[in-house]
C-alpha cells in the first residue's frame, strides 16, 4: 500500500532532550516537507527537500533540523525541544511534477 | 507576504444541504490553489488542484471553482453527508519553483443529521 509512515505517534518528552521523528514513504517520491499545526494557526510548512541531499527552510524551521540522505525517508529532528515545539507534527510527499501531495498519519508533540 | 484567508471559520449545516466555503488568496506568483480536507486528528487528504487557467473543477459532490483574477476560491459541497464533517483547507503555491504552500487556517465544518 502507498503510503507515507510516522513514528513515533505520540511522544512525551522534557525540554533539552534531543529527539527524532521518522518519515518515510513507500512512493519513490523526490519531494516531501515536514509541517506542524497548531490550533488557530493552521498548518506552517518547517522544511522541506527536493530530493536527496537538497533540503530547504520553510517558514518555521527555528529548532529543527532535517536530514535526505536517502530517498524515502526525511527524519525532522529536534535537538533541544522546548515547550513552545509542542504541535502536532505532519511529514508529506509527493512526486516531481505531480502535484497531489500525501500525508502521514501525524505525530502528537508534548514537551513538558 | 503571502497570505490565505478563509470563511466562515466554522459552518453547522443539516445533512443533505449544500454549503459553499471561501478562500482569498494574495499568493503571487499564482501556481495552483488545492482544496484539503482533514478529518480531526488525520493528515489532510487532497480534494482539488486548481491551476491558473482551470476555473472549476469537481471531485463527487466538491466542486471547487478559481478566479484568478479576482484571487478567489470556492469549494461547494452539494447534498452534504455526516462524513463530510471535516476541516477544509486552502492551500496556495507561488510560482517560484520550490515547495513552499501557504496555508488558510481552515473552515471547520459540522453536518448534523
Known amino acids: 500500500e502507498a503510503q507515507v509512515t510516522q513514528n513515533p505517534r505520540y511522544l512525551i518528552t522534557v525540554t533539552g532532550k534531543k529527539l527524532t521523528v521518522t518519515c518515510s514513504q513507500n512512493?519513490?517520491?523526490?519531494?516531501m516537507s515536514w509541517y506542524r499545526q497548531d490550533p488557530g494557526l493552521g498548518l506552517r510548512q518547517i522544511y522541506y527537500?527536493?530530493?536527496?541531499?537538497?533540503?530547504d527552510k520553510g517558514d518555521v524551521p527555528e529548532g529543527y533540523k532535517v536530514s535526505r540522505k536517502e530517498k524515502r525517508n526525511f527524519p525532522l529532528i529536534l535537538e533541544s525541544p522546548s515547550p513552545n515545539q509542542t504541535s502536532l507534527y505532519f511529514c508529506a510527499s509527493r512526486r516531481e511534477g505531480v502535484e497531489t501531495q500525501y500525508f502521514g498519519p501525524g505525530t502528537r508533540l508534548l514537551v513538558l | 507576504k503571502n497570505q490565505v484567508e478563509q470563511s466562515p471559520q466554522s459552518l453547522i449545516i443539516l445533512e443533505g444541504k449544500n454549503c459553499t466555503l471561501q478562500c482569498n488568496y494574495t499568493v503571487s506568483p499564482f501556481s495552483n490553489l488545492r482544496w484539503y480536507k482533514q478529518d480531526t486528528g488525520r493528515g489532510p487528504v487532497s480534494l482539488t488542484i486548481?491551476?491558473?487557467?482551470?476555473n472549476t473543477k469537481s471531485n463527487g459532490r466538491y466542486t471547487a471553482t478559481l478566479d484568478a483574477d479576482t484571487k478567489q476560491s470556492s469549494l461547494h459541497i452539494t447534498a452534504s453527508q455526516l462524513s463530510d464533517s471535516a476541516s477544509y483547507i486552502c492551500v496556495v503555491r507561488d510560482n517560484f519553483g520550490n515547495e513552499k504552500l501557504t496555508f488558510g487556517t481552515g473552515t471547520r465544518l459540522t453536518i448534523i443529521p
Open positions: 486548481m491551476t491558473f487557467s482551470e
Open positions: 512512493m519513490n517520491h523526490e519531494y
Open positions: 527537500s527536493m530530493n536527496v541531499e537538497v533540503t
